[in-house]
């Protein structure tokens, strides 16, 4: 047992304990002494104090093989409720989900992110209130906002910094201007990192280095290394739009810069490539549409696209080596010619060990990555041990 003393002692705050509980098996006073190496009375106590702040339920008996059945607790996620947020260029989808990232009410309507965040915030506000009412809660249970804007975001500060398609957005105190409007605290990111989170959650938990790719108007990445999301220093980690694409020459770039990704494969390159070709194609929904419809120009220029992003993503893999990347985005709705292009340079391009055990796929929560990522991003920080601690002092005080 000596050798034991060089390990860190083993974590032993109620928080900590309380981290077991999350995978939503019921335990007892028993397994959690076993499991924690704790003193009985120790884990009662904390049982107790979870149970204050209404974070564990008692769950009935667990089987016996004798005598009286052990009670059994369990973590309710219904003890509070987030709201999700995620606005895109056009449109709004915000939802209500428990505390394991559950929608129980959701709502999607078209809005300008370019009417400026005065009047989208407080859109958000009262569509918020209005959902929290529909599931039969109070706003007094929001244990927070997440949201996720359609631009670069300072995650230290939760302000845009300089968002391309936002105008008047620049800077602005998302989390201040939303908190004195809904009273709870708010956390903020860019889309593509909560639908990275979204999907990790949803579809993909056991997987720890995942890449999430959004091919739409823009292009973008979310990055999971070791099961959590890396923004990078200052919150520009996954920004695949505008790396050069070898090839490419001088297309000129809405960042200033020329053959970036962005605009050689994305929808808005596409429409102009289409257009110029003589077709009738106005948004990257039209073309999604076009190549359903089994255009076969189409088809070759989404292939093609997707040969393009490819070539960024092999060096991503090399660099990064995930077992997964997701391919999301409206593009990623027009059918396999986009994967396909995708796959056909990753796995030509990438060592073998790298991609052995690779799975390139398209995105599986679909519409509802985003509300649901940005509802993970608010319970990972409410959830997490100091912050539990903290809800439990609070309660002790009060
Ligand atoms: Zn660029």
């Keep these: 047992m000596e050798g034991l003393a060089k390990f860190p002692p083993r974590p032993t705050g109620a928080g900590d304990m309380f981290q077991l509980f999350r995978d939503g098996a019921p335990r007892t006073r028993a397994s959690l002494v076993s499991e924690t190496g704790q ?8 049982i107790d104090a979870l149970r204050s702040v209404g974070l564990l339920v008692p769950a009935g008996e667990a089987s016996s093989t004798g005598g009286r059945p052990p009670s059994t607790f369990a973590f309710d996620p219904r003890s509070r409720i987030v709201l999700g947020v995620d606005l895109g260029a056009t449109h709004a989808r915000i939802a209500v989900t428990d505390l394991a990232g559950e929608p129980l009410t ?24 209005k959902l929290v009412a529909q599931a039969g809660r109070h706003r007094d249970e929001l244990a927070g906002i ?22 008047g957005w620049d800077g602005t105190d998302v989390p201040a201007e939303l908190h004195r409007r809904l009273g709870a605290p708010v956390m903020v990111d860019n889309d593509v990192n909560i639908m990275a989170l979204g999907e990790h959650r949803t579809i993909a938990p056991d997987v720890d280095d995942l890449l999430f790719v959004k091919v739409a108007t823009g292009i973008g990445a979310g990055v999971i290394m070791d099961g959590h999301l890396r923004r990078g220093a200052q919150g520009a980690a996954g920004d695949l739009g505008h790396v050069t694409v070898p090839g490419a020459g001088d297309i000129p770039c809405r960042c200033g810069n020329t053959g970036c990704l962005e605009a050689v494969a994305g929808g808005a390159a596409l429409v102009e490539q289409l257009r110029r070709a003589g077709a009738t194609v106005a948004t990257t929904a039209d073309i999604v549409a076009l190549v359903r419809s089994g255009d076969v120009a189409a088809g070759q220029a989404v292939r093609q696209a997707g040969r393009d992003v490819g070539t960024v993503l092999a060096a991503s893999v090399s660099l990064l080596n995930p077992s997964r990347i997701v391919i999301g985005g409206i593009l990623a709705g027009a059918g396999e010619h986009l994967m396909a292009g995708i796959r056909e340079v990753v796995y030509q391009r990438s060592l073998p060990l790298a991609t052995q055990h690779l799975r390139i796929t398209p995105s599986g929560a679909g519409a509802q990555a985003g509300v649901v990522g940005a509802a993970v991003l ?15 002092n609070a309660k002790e005080d009060s």
């Design 378 to 392: 608010v319970i990972e920080q409410y959830l997490a041990p100091a912050s539990v601690e903290s809800l439990i």
């Design 39 to 46: 003193s009985r009375s120790t884990v009662a106590a904390r």
């Design 106 to 129: 959701h709502l999607d309507e078209p809005l300008a992110i370019a009417d400026g965040p005065e009047h989208v915030l407080s859109w958000v506000a009262e569509a918020g209130d």
């Design 146 to 167: 997440g949201i996720g804007l359609p631009g670069p975001v300072d995650h230290t500060t939760g302000r845009p910094v300089n968002p391309p398609i936002m105008p």
